[in-house]
Nanobody, 122 residues
Framework: QLQVVESGGGLVQAGGSLRLSCVVS????????VGWFRQAPGKERETVAL????????NYADFVKGRFTMSRDSAKNTVYLQMNSLKPEDTAVYYC???????????????WGQGTQVTVSS
């Protein structure tokens, strides 16, 4: 069973940057898919970015393309979400999820962290 812990959220002004971290444990290998999701108050959860188990494929939601970058440090069992040019509409609780199967990840059946709040002021 994978365990996930996020960190790195905070308050930033529009145009600023934050880097979120997601530590994944409970696996003897780093072969698992990881995704970043977010949920703003009163809105449904949405997918921000997905990183394949092999690390070769990264998919981004249109609303973050060119601004957010997802990466993995296998030695640290950590996945990052570098967020640049932040906008007030990026304000949300950001969650990391990990799953060995892509289908589990994208259908919400992976392991989830507790979330980290990102607030972007105008």
């Amino acid at each position: 069973q994978l365990q996930v812990v996020e960190s790195g959220g905070g308050l930033v002004q529009a145009g600023g940057s934050l880097r979120l971290s997601c530590v994944v444990s409970g696996s003897t290998t780093d072969y698992y898919n990881v995704g970043w999701f977010r949920q703003a108050p009163g809105k449904e959860r949405e997918t921000v970015a997905l990183l394949s188990a092999s690390g070769g494929i990264t998919n981004y939601a249109d609303f973050v393309k060119g601004r957010f970058t997802m990466s993995r440090d296998s030695a640290k069992n950590t996945v990052y979400l570098q967020m640049n040019s932040l906008k007030p509409e990026d304000t949300a609780v950001y969650y990391c999820s990990a799953a060995r199967q892509t289908s589990a990840l994208i259908t919400g059946r992976g392991s989830w962290g507790q979330g980290t709040q990102v607030t972007v002021s105008s």
